[in-house]
């Protein structure tokens, strides 16, 4: 059984003060952390340098932005190059607490054959409707995987097998931006990659807290529509193979939903 090397990877753009907090945050935990600023034009890459001291931190820079997706894909393959087994991909926008960390690179440990992907928590600070909406991708992620074990299709705090995550990436042109987080739960799913689910709190800042968002409701949703019709297809192609694999081989490992 491979063993697990992980690293803290977070994706930045335009994500203004809260950036270097967030940063901070995971490197108080004294575990490596790889940023990848994609394409960031306010000035909040610059905002890292006092952190640059800190041996643990690596900061690459993307010319252009290209995507969620595609700051991971960057920051994986960089990842492997260094020698790293996994990625714990985390937002940069406060919303995900990094005192969890310690968490993910446990189960990772004792499993490195799954991912561990983020069950949301959620506070009064969440929007309805983005609790309320999610709902409508998860049923979606569940159906296209027959209940594989994806109890949150969009939430980003997630540890992935990182050779895994690559050929993922490497065997679809899409997932690239907003649609990054389910494409892939889906296809890691249709490889049969065992996914753990890890109950995890998430807290939607305030502007006045500096909190940021790049979630466009028409844009995205519109992509996310897109996306399910695209893997709903390809699930009826993999739909025989699906149907005689069983199931998730860690699925009870999860704590259940309350």
Not at 3 to 21: E, K, M
Not at 98 to 123: K, Q, T
Not at 174 to 187: L, S
Not at 233 to 253: D, I, K, M, Y
Request: aromatic share 10%; charged share 20%.
């Amino acid at each position: 059984m491979p063993d697990s090397r992980p690293v803290v990877l977070i994706p930045s753009y335009n994500t203004g003060p809260i950036l270097p907090a967030t940063v901070a945050a995971a490197l108080a935990q004294g575990v490596p952390v790889r940023v990848v600023i994609d394409g960031s034009t306010d000035g909040s890459p610059d905002l890292l340098e006092p952190l640059l001291a800190n041996p643990l931190l690596k900061v690459t820079r993307l010319a252009k932005n290209a995507g969620k997706g595609s700051a991971v894909l960057h920051g994986t393959r960089d990842a492997l190059a260094e020698g790293f087994t996994h990625v714990l991909c985390m937002d940069a926008d406060g919303q995900h607490p990094a005192e969890m960390i310690p968490d993910y690179f446990g189960l990772s440990h004792r499993h490195p054959e799954a991912a561990v992907f983020g069950r949301p928590v959620f506070d009064a600070s969440a929007p309805a409707l983005r609790v309320n909406g999610r709902k409508v991708s998860n049923f979606w992620a569940n159906l296209e995987t027959m209940g594989w074990g994806i109890d949150d299709s969009l939430f980003g705090m997630r540890l992935y097998p990182a050779a895994g995550l690559v050929e993922v990436f490497e065997s679809t042109s899409f997932a690239r931006r907003f649609d990054f987080d389910p494409e892939v739960a889906v296809r890691l799913a249709w490889r049969g990659v065992p996914i753990l689910n890890l109950p995890t709190p998430v807290r939607y800042l305030s502007r006045e807290e500096g909190g940021v968002s790049q979630f466009r409701y028409l844009r995205d949703n519109t992509l996310l529509t897109w996306m399910h019709t695209r893997l709903f297809f390809g699930f009826l192609v993999r739909l025989p193979w699906l149907a005689l694999r069983g199931e998730n081989p860690l699925l009870s490992l999860s704590p259940p939903r309350k």
